[in-house]
């Protein structure tokens, strides 16, 4: 079974500081994970994933994270924020075991102040 | 770019209806799924399906819920009898040949009163 821990419901960044969204999973197969935007209204938009190759992944709008199996985190963060970076932020996992399902933490919602 | 598209955005209905939901994956893609959101909770794997079955479904998944892929391009959910409980976004999703990634479509916004 796999389980997802997103640590912070709210955070709260000045525009051009750190974002960093923690992320930590269960899983008892190797996990695929992955985050996922939301902004408000819309759907879900894949920022990034991991796929057991490289630790360090890039994703879309400046976004990376890395994986790292000794602290089962995956925590995703950006350099630089932007006002357009306020959204919703989910970080979801996938054992490689032939299933699909995605099971999803509980989102942590991102402010950005000017 | 392709992308999922999800009919209607919004639906209202009153307890014990029937609803269907509409979902059109990205065209070339083979596996389906629905997921469903509670206001303020997370969100909820329900079902996937491959090769005009289901592969896979969760426990919230019961004999109220069905799916079904009318033709080559739509996937829908129905839900039987509808409960207050229900009121929920639902998102329909799809994956292509690499399997890995679910592309998400905007959501139905499920309201049963």
């Known amino acids: 079974a796999q389980s997802v821990t997103q640590l912070g419901s709210h955070v709260s960044v000045s525009e051009g500081a750190l974002v960093l969204l923690r992320c930590n999973y269960s899983?008892?197969?190797?996990?695929?994970l992955f985050w996922y935007v939301q902004y408000p209204n819309q759907g879900l938009q894949l920022l990034l994933k991991?796929?057991?190759?490289?630790?360090l992944v890039k994703g879309i709008n400046g976004f990376e994270a890395e994986f790292k199996k000794s602290e089962t985190s995956f925590h995703l963060t950006k350099p630089s924020a932007h006002m357009s970076d306020a959204a919703e932020y989910f970080c979801?996992?996938?054992?490689?075991?032939?299933?699909?399902?995605?099971?999803f933490g509980s989102g942590t919602r991102l402010q950005v102040q000017p | 770019e392709p992308e999922v598209t999800q009919t209607p955005s919004h639906q209202v209905t009153q307890m014990g209806q029937e609803v269907i939901l509409r979902c059109v994956p990205i065209?070339?893609?083979?596996?389906f799924y629905w997921y469903r959101q509670i206001l303020g909770q997370k969100v909820e794997f329900l079902v996937s399906?491959?090769?005009?079955?289901?592969?896979?479904k969760s426990e919230i998944f019961d004999d109220q819920f069905s799916v079904e892929r009318p033709d080559g391009s739509n996937f829908t959910l129905k839900i039987r009898s509808t409960k207050l409980e229900d009121s929920a976004m639902y998102f329909c999703?799809?994956?292509?040949?690499?399997?890995?990634?679910?592309?998400f479509g905007p959501g139905t916004r499920l309201l049963v009163l």
């Open positions: 999703a799809s994956s292509g040949q690499d399997r890995e990634t679910q592309y």
């Open positions: 065209s070339n893609h083979l596996y």
């Open positions: 399906f491959y090769n005009n079955e289901i592969s896979e």
């Open positions: 979801a996992v996938r054992g490689d075991t032939g299933r699909r399902a995605l099971t």
């Open positions: 991991y796929t057991s190759a490289a630790t």
């Open positions: 899983s008892s197969v190797p996990p695929y």
